[in-house]
């Protein structure tokens, strides 16, 4: 039995002669096409520049020759491996009235030989083989991302934009304190508002101030510094208002949820909700698998270890989770999970708070999951009262 969003297998039956297969290697500079056509004794191939209309010309040329052997097509599939290109393709191809799916990468099993041959049409032999055991409902063959319409796609651009944003800001100030680190100078704040006139005042330990090339360069940083953090600022803002203008959206109605949540800000509620709670997971075992919060076991014989995070998920939500649990220890002293995390981590072992935080993080992103999909909230929870 199926579940209504189990995307490891196909739940329509496929029958093979009145089916069209395609499958796409994508690159940066062209596609190669490799099909499984009724009613042809070969597997053709075709490389094409990056046009999808062309694809889609020689979907139906394939059709042609199927229908001229005396097979009727009753359906197109074509999959592509989830990438660059991301979901654009299998939107315009579903608009076409072509079955498009995007298989995730990471699942489709690859062999484990130290040298073995790689190339585009050995490529699109793996994806072929994986793909129509997918389609036959076989297990273990690849499993297919879910496509996301642009508006959610659209939801999730303010958090990323906002995270590298902060990310060019660390790596800014990292450079300027390097810069001042060489010539001797430790201390400068670079969040006060004059902080480009106050370089001209440094001086390094012989006395000299600054010289003209570093002291260029370092005014640079600062104003590029100053230009991102404004950029920042006007993120939020415009999240800050697309919240109060829609509060009947689901969406906000979850990130406010979210917020009420002593320890959970803003920011990582939007990460959460647009993320991973937007999504139809199943349990709360996909949840915790989805952000890569699970274990990755080696067993063989005698041999039992754990090889730490199976690192699967969003490498953004585990980090934001492991961030979060941090500070759920810290802002609730009192809830049943950090009252569980102190008692675990009791004896003070070497390296176990940093294993156990991982535990802590996927509990809190299960709990969070409840909170904002059923709104129930767990005993001992602060929670802060409704606006």
């Not at 069209?20 to 597997?43: F, Y």
């Not at 049409?121 to 690849?142: M, P, S, V």
């Amino acid at each position: 039995m199926h579940t209504p969003n189990d995307m490891s297998r196909s739940r329509t039956a496929l029958a093979q002669n009145s089916t069209l297969i395609a499958v796409v290697e994508m690159s940066l500079s062209s596609w190669l096409v490799a099909g499984i056509v009724p009613g042809l004794d070969r597997q053709p191939t075709k490389k094409l520049t990056i046009d999808h209309d062309a694809l889609l010309d020689l979907l139906h040329r394939w059709r042609n020759e199927a229908v001229r052997a005396g097979c009727q097509i009753d359906r197109i599939v074509v999959a592509y491996e989830s990438g660059r290109d991301g979901f654009w393709l299998a939107r315009w191809l579903r608009a076409q009235g072509v079955e498009a799916y995007v298989i995730h990468a990471s699942s489709v099993p690859v062999s484990r030989e130290h040298r073995r041959a790689k190339t585009d049409r050995l490529d699109t032999e793996l994806l072929k083989r994986a793909f129509l055991g997918w389609l036959r409902g076989e297990a273990n063959h690849c499993s297919m991302a879910a496509i996301p319409t642009p508006e959610d796609e659209d939801a999730k651009r303010p958090s990323r934009e906002r995270e590298n944003l902060i990310r060019e800001c660390t790596r800014i100030v990292n450079r300027i304190k390097s810069n001042l680190a060489r010539l001797g100078i430790r201390g400068f704040k670079m969040s006060m508002a004059k902080s480009a006139e106050t370089l001209e005042t440094l001086r390094m330990p012989e006395g000299a101030a600054i010289p003209a090339n570093t002291l260029a360069e370092l005014s640079r940083e600062i104003d590029r510094l100053r230009f991102l953090r404004q950029q920042i600022k006007q993120v939020e803002a415009t999240r800050a208002d697309r919240l109060r203008r829609t509060p009947d959206e689901s969406d906000t109605a979850m990130i406010r949820e979210l917020t009420r949540v002593v320890g959970v800000g803003v920011e990582t509620a939007d990460m959460l909700v647009h993320e991973v709670f937007s999504r139809p997971l199943r349990d709360r075992k996909a949840v915790a698998r989805y952000a890569g919060l699970t274990g990755a076991p080696d067993e063989s014989g005698q041999k039992r270890r754990e090889r730490g995070l199976a690192k699967s998920g969003k490498a953004r939500v585990r980090r934001g989770m492991i961030q979060l649990a941090w500070g759920h220890l810290l802002h609730q002293k009192d809830s049943v999970l950090a009252v569980w995390y102190r008692k675990r981590t009791a004896d003070g072992r070497g390296g176990l708070r940093k294993t156990m935080i991982v535990a802590l993080a996927r509990k809190l992103l299960i709990v969070l999951w409840r909170i904002a999909t059923t709104g129930v909230t767990p005993e001992g929870m602060a929670i802060r009262p409704a606006a």
